[in-house]
């Protein structure tokens, strides 16, 4: 689990979005977690298993439209405590796209 606790802990929220990208986009560590495998899994049957953009249905991630940085813990969320409406089902390429062209909002609450 050494990549989702850096994921969780680091301090710097400019530094960070890039390392919960390349965490979240990936089948790292994270992934391994019971409770995302359980987000996850609600997300995609919710989206009926395709990609919301081009209604792929292979290499399905589950993509964060915001990432909340918790200011009294100096943390991120844990990837499964989103609400549902700030997931959504992306397949691979659509996701990598996502990224590369827009910056995920990081609210801080
Ligand atoms: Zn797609
Ligand atoms: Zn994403």
Known sequence: MG????YISLKDPQKTEEQIIK???SYGALL???RWKDKRLSILERDNKRCVICDFNENLQVHHRQYHYIEMSKKFKVPWDYPDK?????????????HS?????????
Request: one cysteine or more.
């Open 101 to 109: 062209q827009y910056k995920v909002p990081i609210i801080h609450i």
């Open 23 to 25: 965490v979240h986009g």
């Open 3 to 6: 990549i989702y606790r850096r």
């Open 86 to 98: 700030l997931l959504i089902t992306l397949c691979n390429s659509c996701h990598q796209r996502g």
């Open 32 to 34: 391994f977690d019971r």
